[in-house]
T-cell receptor
Framework: NAGVTQTPKFQVLKTGQSMTLQCAQD?????MSWYRQDPGMGLRLIHY???????DQGEVPNGYNVSRSTTEDFPLRLLSAAPSQTSVYFC?????????????FGSGTRLTVV | KQEVTQIPAALSVPEGENLVLNCSFT??????LQWFRQDPGKGLTSLLL?????REQTSGRLNASLDKSSGRSTLYIAASQPGDSATYLC????????FGAGTRLTVKP
C-alpha cells in the first residue's frame, strides 16, 4: 500500500516555464488537496477536490490549475512559473466529510523557480 | 474563515521535561483536529487524530486534548527525548484542512 505518491521530489524551473506536479493515491480516498509550505507560514491550501470531476479553490489558487479525471490522480499545473512559487508542495488525501482516518500526506515536491 | 494559531513558535527544553504545545482555532465547526510531526526537509507524519466528539487521544508519550467550544487543543509530550526534536503542526478539518504555522521543538541532551 503506497499511500500518497508525489513526483518529482525536486524540480528547478526557469521563470515562465510550465510543469505538472503529479499526485496519486491508492486508498480510494475521495478528497484530495494540494498545499504549499513556506518558511514560517505553515501549510496553505491551493486547490482541493471532493471527487472525480470536482475541484475548488483554496486560500492561494492564483497561478495554479488542477483537474481530477480519476479518483486516484490529482495533478497540479503551473502554467507560467514565477519565483514566488518557489516552495515545497504537498499533496494529501482523506475520506470525504467526517475524515475518519485523518489526512495522509505525500513526501513533498521541492520546487525552485529561478 | 478558519484561523489556526500555534503557541509558542519555538521551544527549547532539556531532555526529560514534560511539555505542552498549544493550538487554537477560531471556528468551532470542525470534523476533527490532527497533530502532525515534521522533520527538517521531510513530509508530515500524523501523530494523533481527535474527532470532534472526542476530548482526547493518547499514543505512547503523547496526549492530545480538544476543547471544541473554546477552540483549543493541546499536545502533551511526556519525558521528552532528543528524538522528539521536530516541528509540530496542528490542523483542523471541516470542508478542507487548515494548518497552524507550527511549533519548532528542540530537546537538548
Amino acid at each position: 500500500n503506497a499511500g500518497v505518491t508525489q513526483t518529482p521530489k525536486f524540480q528547478v524551473l526557469k521563470t515562465g516555464q510550465s510543469m505538472t506536479l503529479q499526485c496519486a493515491q491508492d486508498m480510494n480516498h475521495e478528497y484530495m488537496s494540494w498545499y504549499r509550505q513556506d518558511p514560517g507560514m505553515g501549510l496553505r491550501l491551493i486547490h482541493y477536490s471532493v471527487g472525480a470531476g470536482i475541484t475548488d479553490q483554496g486560500e492561494v489558487p492564483n497561478g495554479y490549475n488542477v483537474s481530477r479525471s480519476t479518483t486516484e490522480d490529482f495533478p497540479l499545473r503551473l502554467l507560467s512559473a514565477a519565483p514566488s512559487q518557489t516552495s515545497v508542495y504537498f499533496c494529501a488525501s482523506t475520506q470525504v466529510g467526517v475524515g475518519l482516518d485523518g489526512y495522509t500526506f505525500g513526501s513533498g515536491t521541492r520546487l525552485t523557480v529561478v | 474563515k478558519q484561523e489556526v494559531t500555534q503557541i509558542p513558535a519555538a521551544l527549547s527544553v532539556p531532555e526529560g521535561e514534560n511539555l505542552v504545545l498549544n493550538c487554537s482555532f477560531t471556528d468551532s465547526a470542525i470534523y476533527n483536529l490532527q497533530w502532525f510531526r515534521q522533520d527538517p526537509g521531510k513530509g508530515l507524519t500524523s501523530l494523533l487524530l481527535i474527532q470532534s466528539s472526542q476530548r482526547e487521544q493518547t499514543s505512547g508519550r503523547l496526549n492530545a486534548s480538544l476543547d471544541k467550544s473554546s477552540g483549543r487543543s493541546t499536545l502533551y509530550i511526556a519525558a521528552s527525548q532528543p528524538g522528539d526534536s521536530a516541528t509540530y503542526l496542528c490542523a483542523v478539518q471541516f470542508n478542507d484542512m487548515r494548518f497552524g504555522a507550527g511549533t519548532r521543538l528542540t530537546v537538548k541532551p
